[in-house]
């Protein structure tokens, strides 16, 4: 082990081996070559020595170890509080630490953007942040119940939100942007998470060699004898939802003790343990329903075997019979004239089939959500102060066939990379120029021409002819699919991003062409819940169930139902709103390989992801760039203890008072440029010189209060002493009882108007105490007086 000390008191560098070895380079502005291959090489180097964390400037550049790392326990955690970035290896606690104390030192939100594609480690990222901002921050008893919160609502909503696909054992089949609160002094002591298009689909249906969500696993490896007993648990393969894809272990997961923390991560967030049970109820009521098939009756559908119709109603709490009925029929609204009647219509088989997955997906999701609002419950605050928040959500995906959810999962991917090119390339670009600074302009691609493509009204994106398709088109279906295939040729075929092939089309993603397949779209956009299956569950006897299905079905709706395109439209606008009110932080996720092994590194696959995050661009950027800006009077307010004239206000032009401070310093002039509002600077390094002599400035003012205080403190506590020492002899002496009342005198002899006694004593420097004593001998006689004798 090999560490030098830093400023701070903290290990600058620690390396793993005794031999001290420089592994590529920590920030990538350093390169010495700036292409794709520089940067593929210099990650490698880094993978393959355990340095899985690189920067560019404050980006962070995360690849994903397919294994545990060794640094991420205490000694890494009070390494990287409070030291500067370039103090330490690149590591992920480094930009927690620096959002943390950001949002306390400029009262400003925070939020931490983490992108990459499926399986990069995204989720793995996010538990991180929120685990050293835990760490790190104070707080009471109130405060380490939200922390705790915090921290189990991750397996919690793993286990219901989570499952192991083709590309990730543990991916986040949903989105979620975490908002921990916290109050003025730093503590987190709220919180609140707002989640992002369930993909609910997965309950009934997914690619062979992928598994459904981890609860369904954990429930029948983890529950007890009674509550399989009582919940009708049995093997896996026994059920149609989970034997489907022939995937039922995974070799990283433990469904059985992942089981026993879901359910103390409930109690945790303080479900009641009779609505734990009636979750778990629920989950394994989906099971059963999977199980219920159907067989052509006359061109209509039947029930195939009515036996299991028993368990499933039996754990929602609804009758049989109408469960029989509501699956394989449907109440539909008929105009006759002016008269408005509803006709009971039977289904055939791909329609019952397609009712009773629709009722198993709207149970998990409505189970999903109450979760989430119970996490939220548990964290309520009245009133926002400061928060950071982190977005962990789905990653890019490009699967052999891509459907619906793909395409919504690579929409707001869309959104998330457009923010990046926004803030860290675009708009840096365009305040140098509004503020005066001499700068030469980098070209790199602005993919608002795909996130208009796809969400677009004027001309119509993607998702508005399809939701037109959607509103005009009474039955979902093959021919639902092929007319809005048809309208994208005609509407949109010439756009440069798009094409079409006879069973879908073709978008250019930033991340690269995607096709997607048209079977089905229409079908999951629509996501309409039936009115007969929203009556069947406010029927259940079960009170938690009747509350999971609030809708007043005898209001009048008017207008167009809500699509899922048009939830997650919303949705992934609303959250680049609450982003962009944020200082934002970047974490950029590379997956190295396929086979989900350590030290594996496929290098087209690395190059091919860093083209599409456009790590090159970011940093010529930065390079050209500057890496800090304030305007001049929040520069005025944090650096005006350095001098005099400065301190505590600066009394003038703004603008003067900044390059006063920065003269102060000696700050090296082509380390900084004054715009027209605000101060750049180049380097970290120079902004670490100024910080490091505010802290001597203000070490020197705490070592002067210090001084004065302690000498109070003495003089406080001797006058104590003084007075403790009288108390303890007051009125306790046999002669001259209050003796202590009068003040010490000290010389009693009166020596001053005896000069036999003065010359006696005249080799004595100071006399403290002077007075007649009576001397006795062994035999208790008295010493006859004499000058000697009775001094």
Partial sequence: MFCFQGSRGHFRYHWQSHNVKLTGVDDMVLLSKINEDAIVENLKKRYMDDYIFTYIGPVLISVNPFKQMPYFGDKEIEMYQGAAQYENPPHIYALADNMYRNMMIDRENQCVIISGESGAGKTVAAKYIMGYISRVSGGGPKVQHVKDIILQSNPLLEAFGNAKTLRNNNSSRFGKYFEIQFSSGGEPDGGKISNFLLEKSRVVMRNPGERSFHIFYQLIEGASAE??????????????????????????????????ETMHAMGVIGIAPADQSMVLQIVAGVLHLGNITFKESGNYAAVESEEFLAFPAFLLGIDQNRLKEKITSRKMDSKWGSTKESIDVTLNVEQACYTRDALSKALHARVFDYLVESINRAMVKDHQELNIGVLDIYGFEIFQKNGFEQFCINFVNEKLQQIFIELTLKAEQE????????????????????????????????????????????????????????KLRVQINTHEHFNSWNQGFIIHHYAGKVSYDAEGFCERNRDVLFTDLIELMQSSETPFIRAL?????????????????????????????????????????????????????????????????????????????????RVFRKFLNRYAILTKESWPTWRGDEKEGVRHLLNSVK???????????KIFIKAPESLFLLEETRDRKFDGYARTIQKAWRKHVARKKYVQMREEASDLLLNRKERRRHSLNRNFVGDYLGMDDRPELRQFLAKREKIDFADKVTKYDRRFKVSEPGLPEGS
């Fill in 227 to 260: 509550q399989k007993n009582s919940l009708g648990i049995t093997s896996m393969d026994y059920y149609t939802y989970l034997n489907q894809s022939g995937s039922y272990k995974v070799d990283d997961i433990n469904d059985k003790s992942d089981f026993q």
């Fill in 431 to 486: 305040e140098y120029v509004q503020e005066g600074i001499k700068w030469t302009p980098i070209d790199y691609f602005n993919n608002k021409i795909v996130c208009d493509l796809i969400e677009s009204k004027n001309p119509p994106g993607v998702m508005c002819i399809l939701d037109d398709v959607c509103a005009t088109m009474h039955a979902v279906g093959e021919g639902a699919d092929q007319t809005m295939l048809q």
């Fill in 549 to 629: 299905f609030p809708e007043n079905l005898n209001a009048d709706k008017k207008g167009r139902p809500t699509t899922a395109g048009s939830k997650i439209k919303k949705q992934a606008n609303d959250l680049v709103s609450t982003l962009m009110k944020c200082t934002p932080h970047y974490i950029r996720c590379i997956k190295p390989n396929e086979t989900k092994r350590p030290k594996d590194w496929e290098e087209s696959r690395v190059k091919h992801q860093v083209e599409y995050l456009g790590l090159k661009e970011n940093i010529r950027v930065r390079r050209a760039g500057y890496a800090y800006r």
């Fill in 667 to 677: 700050m090296d002039h082509d380390q900084f440029q004054l715009g027209r509002t």
